[in-house]
């Protein structure tokens, strides 16, 4: 460890050091008391720039403003800190934690690493929930565009041409024929989009109320077998098992796949208890998943995790969840 100021004193600027799984980001672990640090540092060297760069809020997300100004303090370094690709980027890593590191000054004398007490699965999860709600809240925004367009679309250019459909509505229409197969719905596509909209209202509802619905699973026959989430039926609690965990060699999973798990379950409660029915409920990455008839899609709790990564991701269908544990 070669870290010598305050961020010293957090595990995970700590871990950020050494370990690619925790960067940080608009993405990876963006809210915490090791923002908070980030934006310490970050506006230290601000305010020794000249013409002076406008400083950050202390708060303890890593918003946009975040990010753009990690990126500009990459690009004023010399040499200024790329990324594997010779790129700059928005993500603190491993470089970047240790050059903001030197913005602040050192605390005297050597400091033991603390030991950070571990997180309960459920606890895990809940941490976990700030990435999902982004994605969930992106997913909505997204299908609210693609209602518009669809319910009161824009004159087209000339008379006869069809309108223009903007990017985002475009990254809509993509997605939800990828993972609801909209165009087999036998209602609809606004009607269908109205009911798709309403399980991820509640499904957020139920991430953001997660003290009363994420509960710790140690003795069912699902925490038995490795399965490391799942909604009994009609239990109305998103379980999570000691195979709910952060990744350690090969073992656990990564914050993004945590991230789709916790996004995925509670479609089960929203949705009950169609989103339980082996009928609709197919893995993103099985033969069945592409066939499957919008109707099917529409209670399948893959289909809303998919989705939703797909349009905050700007288009790609990245697909995370158990299938990619080390993402």
């Known amino acids: 460890m070669t870290l010598r ?21 608009e993405i990876h672990a963006p809210r915490g008391p090791w923002v908070v640090l ?61 050059a903001l590191d030197r913005e602040l000054p050192a ?36 299908l609210a565009a693609a209602r518009t367009f669809l319910a009161t679309p824009p004159p087209g250019p000339l008379r ?63 925490a038995t077998k490795g399965t490391p989430a799942h909604v009994p039926l009609g239990s109305g609690k998103v379980n999570f098992t000691p195979a709910f965990r952060e990744r350690a060699g090969t073992r656990g999973f990564g914050p993004n796949c945590r991230a789709a798990m916790v996004l995925h379950e509670p479609v089960h409660i929203a949705d009950h208890p169609a989103a339980s029915s ?6 993103e990455n099985s033969p069945k998943y592409a066939t499957q008839p919008a109707m099917n899609q529409l209670h399948n709790a893959h289909s809303y995790a998919s989705f939703a990564q797909q349009v905050f991701f700007d288009g790609r269908d990245t697909r995370f969840g158990i299938g990619k544990p080390e993402q």
Not at 121 to 129: E, G, T, V, Y
Request: net charge positive.
């Open 5 to 25: 100021s305050e961020f010293a004193d957090n595990p995970k600027l700590v871990d950020c050091e050494t370990k690619d799984i925790d960067h940080v980001s």
């Open 38 to 98: 980030i934006k310490k540092a970050l506006n230290t060297w601000a305010a020794k720039q000249r013409p002076p760069v406008a400083t950050l809020a202390l708060g303890d997300v890593y918003d946009n403003k975040t990010g753009d100004l990690v990126a500009l303090y990459k690009t004023r370094q010399s040499p200024p800190i790329l990324n594997h690709s010779g790129k700059i980027d928005r993500i603190v890593g491993k470089k970047t934690v240790v």
């Open 107 to 142: 605390k005297v004398g050597p400091t033991p690493r603390p030991t950070p007490a571990a997180l309960s699965m459920s606890a895990l999860a809940s941490r976990d929930k700030a990435t999902s709600i982004q994605w969930g809240m992106a997913a909505m925004a997204s």
């Open 160 to 222: 006869g041409v069809p309108p223009i459909m903007p990017r985002n509505v475009a990254i809509a229409m993509d997605a939800l024929e990828t993972h609801f197969h909209i165009s087999t719905a036998t209602i609809g596509k606004v009607a269908y989009i109205d009911q798709v909209i309403a399980i991820y209202t509640k499904s957020i509802e139920i991430l953001r109320g997660s003290a009363l619905f994420f509960i710790d699973d140690t003795t069912s026959a699902e």
């Open 278 to 283: 082996g009928a609709n409920h197919e893995h």
